[in-house]
């Protein structure tokens, strides 16, 4: 913040009827640990209140909060040799990114401290968590019901309403994000100046007011970032995009990563996977063509689920596309949701907000329907059925490059034979013998195969028979074991 901006800043908060939990005025410095013990309490307080900041503000009288300057300089104040700044930053848990901003107003020093809203914890200073009740600090474990709020707020509170970068000047804030892209996705007309421009994305939640500043939510960053590299928190994120000569990791072809915001970026990190994909030549009549060995729409959906489902939790790594030989895996951070056997009929996304925006924007399918036609295409494709698989910390998606039904051993036609069952199911039909056949390319003198097949699914209980009561054979119909 420039000194006029700070100045703003500390007229508002004098304004303020009183000091609180998440303003407190000082005039003078008496030691570093009761700053320490403040930075605490304050942050912890203003997240109890739903504020983004908390400030303790040097050179202001408290109850008359009458501005009479300070001595108080902590660029010029040491711990030692170790300035206090990072002083204070060691010995607190976890670390907060507050700033310290010393200014002159109508010629009196005044120095202030922004301190950010704790997400996840409590904030402690050597060990002790701190709150303000009214003005007065006080230890946190003293009052439980305000501990236990604080650590609620950890699951209340959506990854995408978080700040990814505080403390912006619109001019800044239009160097990091594309919102040229934002109105090209939305068919919106690009406004005649920056403030409507900021309006715009102050109204989608991608920015934040703050004061007299800006904030980029976490939202707005994974979306628009120009670069993802500019934030922190994000930069791990980035969709990486890796191709191998062969059938396993052990020789490296190429690779790319798309450092752009997901919804700025999508269309040509799908163009670059796109031209990289094997393909095969179909020769017409007169002509030779190719056609892609894997369909372009299934390749998008998994992409997108890919980004959408992932754990912005998880920590040092991001979402991944590996194209082999004979396979694409897409790999995202955390478990998902729902079983996987249920990724067909049901929807549940771990980041909403994420989900419902690039929804508007056509990236993704509506709720549920995405797996739908990756299974829909795969069939037509007459590909082995996807695998849906949970690793320890992560969740996959493989897509098979074509086999013949004799290429395939028994959990690749189980596999395709309770995904058709599921499809057959979600477009209010029934798996039959017949639609079984027409899945695998089964001649119909040949229905003994599809039979035996049927019987493995129904063995390991992933399809049963609709009516159990029949005697028909030949009539049967079959349905997931969940419906």
């Not at 660029?75 to 010995?91: C, D, V, Y």
């Not at 960053?221 to 994000?234: T, V």
């Not at 729409?297 to 040092?316: M, P, S, Y």
């Not at 013998?433 to 119909?444: A, C, D, H, T, V």
Request: hydrophobic residues 35%; glycine residues 4%.
């Amino acid at each position: 913040m420039n000194e006029q901006e700070l100045q703003y800043l500390l007229e508002n908060l004098i304004k303020q009827p009183k000091e609180s939990e998440w303003v407190e005025f000082k005039l003078n410095y008496h030691s570093v640990e009761e700053i320490g013990e403040r930075i605490s309490a304050l942050s912890n307080g203003a997240t109890l209140l739903n504020q983004q900041f908390g400030y303790l503000i040097f050179g202001v009288k408290d109850k008359i909060q009458t501005i009479e300057g300070t001595t108080f300089r902590p660029s010029k104040t040491k711990i030692g040799n170790e300035e206090i700044e990072h002083w204070l930053a060691q010995r607190l848990n976890p670390r907060i990114d507050f700033q310290i901003y010393e200014f002159s107003y109508k010629g009196k020093n005044v120095t202030l401290f922004e301190i950010p809203a704790t997400n996840y914890q409590p904030i402690r200073f050597f060990h002790e968590a701190y709150i303000r009740v009214g003005s007065i600090t006080r230890k946190l474990k003293d009052f439980p019901e305000k501990e236990a709020k604080i650590w609620n707020k950890k699951t209340s509170k959506a990854f995408e309403r978080e700040i990814a970068k505080r403390n912006l000047t619109i001019g800044e804030l239009t160097e990091l994000l594309d919102t040229n892209s934002y109105f090209d996705l939305m068919q919106l007309p690009y406004p005649s100046n920056r403030t409507a421009v900021i309006e715009k994305f102050i109204s989608e939640k991608f920015v934040i007011k703050t004061t007299s500043k800006y904030s980029i939510t976490n939202l707005g960053a994974i979306l628009f970032a120009k670069n993802l590299n500019d934030f922190d928190i994000l930069y791990r994120k980035a969709v990486r995009i890796i191709i191998y000569n062969g059938k396993n990791r052990v020789f490296t072809e190429r690779e790319y990563i798309e450092n752009k915001g997901y919804a700025t970026g999508f269309k040509n990190m799908l163009d670059w996977i796109n031209s990289h994909l094997p393909a095969n030549e179909e020769i017409g009549r007169a002509f030779r063509r190719e056609t892609r060995m894997y369909p372009e729409i299934a390749v998008r959906e998994l992409v997108a689920n890919t980004i959408i489902h992932q754990d912005f939790r998880e920590t040092g790594t991001g979402p991944m596309v590996e194209i082999f030989n004979d396979r694409i895996e897409f790999t995202n951070p955390g478990l998902p949701l729902i079983t996987t056997e249920r990724f067909i009929d049901e929807f549940q996304s771990r980041n909403e907000i994420l989900a419902s925006f690039l929804r508007r924007i056509k990236i993704c399918e509506e709720k549920g329907s995405g797996i739908d036609k990756v299974i829909t295409f795969i069939e037509l494709y007459q590909l082995p059925a996807p695998d849906f698989q949970v690793k320890e910390k992560h969740t996959k998606a493989v897509l098979f490059s074509f086999k013949t039904l004799n290429d395939m051993d028994k959990k690749d036609k189980i596999r395709a034979t309770y995904q058709h069952a599921c499809m057959c199911y979600v477009s209010n039909e029934k798996m039959t013998n017949q639609s079984l056949r027409e899945r695998f390319k089964i001649e119909e003198k040949n229905s003994a195969i599809a039979s035996r097949i049927i019987k493995d699914a129904l063995k390991v209980e992933l399809i049963k028979e609709d009516d159990p009561e029949s005697k028909s054979r030949k009539y049967a119909k079959y349905i997931p074991f969940w419906a």
